[in-house]
């Protein structure tokens, strides 16, 4: 089962406007899956202190970052997220020659909030990513579900001053740095001959396996995937429509233009179906360090008709419990071997309230029109407020605190109006 989904963006100066860095993502999953956003505040931890991810335990670090995450209910990681260092991470699934199949490891999800929690910048994430690939592997279902889906993964990842291509195939990668302009994924290796970091051994694995003569110039995508450059960049992919996309807004590119590449369908990049959107992230970083992030997320699926609300990291975040999902500690079926034995109902408030209202959309034409507008004029209010903030700074860090919880109550007010 090798389903097209996600794409992952990101631009950076002079493609943006004003001195930002602008990332977005589309998380394309199972269409019955609840994705949750959720915050952890940075902790300190003791010496023998060990963290459980999704499936396998590993050794903690003296001190995590604070981080907000979109992620499938069901799991530890995250399919994208940021941390207080601004900081921004989504990952892909990408298949190749080499075999996804194998033993529960970490997922690549797993690796996205490990990356978040233990990175103060792009580049050190790729190696935290790397170093813990390295020794733990990747591997297990990523779903929730007894099929044994698995992938590959490649990381889009973000910074104040540049971004980071990274691509795994099993425990091998390669890394290539983007300075400026502009870079998209979508689920397909991408990494060609401009490699900046790699795995040591790649290129020589590679040729033990006969991907590669040796000789020729080492090209990453053509080596270990099934695809040449050519098919790689062919017309009619969301890869291609994504770069089209950006190239049409080159030089102007903004956090709603960001937002109107998530939301469309004609591309692919807005997926319907059995696989669909079922979140969206758009995160806005302005170089000056002086300045706040800003992260939007809709918490709840179809971008089109879901609202962008910011979250920006201040001191005592209030706890975002209308987009947290139940938990069922230990006796979670996740957790349970056999795993996946049952689904519990895992959708938060926001996902019940929007699944209602997503239904009515579709159903009565002029009804759905006055919510979508509403929807609509919501965010560009938050949008509106954050760009004061982003041009000036953080006045008093409490008003901020309930910025993302008191945004959802709002739309969940929108819902009720209408």
Not at 173 to 194: C, L, P
Not at 200 to 214: H, I, L, N, Q, T
């Amino acid at each position: 089962m090798h389903p097209s989904s996600c794409d992952t963006f990101v631009a950076l100066p002079p493609s943006t406007e004003g001195q930002r860095i602008i990332f977005g993502k589309n998380s394309d999953r199972p269409c019955d899956e609840v994705q949750e956003v959720v915050y952890f505040p940075a902790e300190n931890y003791g010496a023998e202190e060990k963290v459980e991810c999704t499936y396998i335990e590993i050794e903690q670090v003296a001190h995590t970052y604070a981080v907000v995450l979109s992620r499938p209910a069901w799991l530890w990681g995250a399919e994208m997220g940021a941390n207080e260092h601004q900081v921004c991470i989504g990952n892909e699934a990408v298949w190749g020659r080499e075999s996804a199949d194998g033993d529960e490891a970490l997922l690549g999800m797993d690796l996205v909030r490990l990356g978040l929690e233990r990175a103060d910048t792009a580049e050190n994430a790729v190696n935290v990513i790397t170093e813990l690939l390295e020794k733990y592997g990747q591997g297990g279902s990523c779903m929730e579900d007894e099929c044994g889906f698995t992938y590959h993964n490649s990381f889009l990842i973000s910074d104040r001053k540049e971004a980071w291509l990274l691509e795994t195939s099993g425990k091998y990668w390669a890394a290539e740095r983007v300075e400026a302009g502009y870079r998209n994924i979508s689920n397909q290796y991408g990494i060609t001959t401009k490699i900046d970091k790699e795995h040591p051994e790649m290129r020589e694995y590679a040729r033990s396996k006969g991907w590669w003569d040796g000789e020729t110039e080492f090209n990453f995508a053509t080596v270990y995937s099934f695809m040449t450059t050519a098919r790689i960049e062919a017309s009619g992919s969301r890869y291609c429509e994504g770069k089209a996309l950006l190239e049409k807004s080159n030089g102007h590119i903004t956090a709603e233009t960001m937002m109107d590449i998530l939301r469309d369908k004609d591309s692919g990049i807005n997926m319907e179906g059995m696989f669909m959107t079922t979140g969206s992230m758009v995160s806005v970083i302005p170089t000056n360090p002086a300045l706040p992030g800003v992260h939007y997320f809709t918490a709840t699926p179809d971008p089109e008709r879901s609202v962008f609300k910011p979250f920006v990291f201040v001191k005592h975040i209030n706890p975002l419990k209308a987009t947290t999902s139940p938990s069922y500690g230990p006796n979670d079926p996740v957790k349970k071997k056999p795993r996946f034995q049952s689904k519990p109902d895992r959708k938060h408030e926001l996902f019940v309230k929007h699944e209602l209202v997503a239904a009515i959309i579709d159903t009565y034409k002029d009804r759905g029109k006055k919510i979508t507008e509403s929807m609509r004029q919501l965010e560009k209010e938050k949008m509106k407020e954050m760009e004061k903030i982003l041009s000036d700074g953080i006045g008093d860090p409490d008003l901020l605190a309930n910025q993302f919880p008191s945004s959802v109550q709002e739309e969940m007010a929108t819902y009720s109006k209408s």
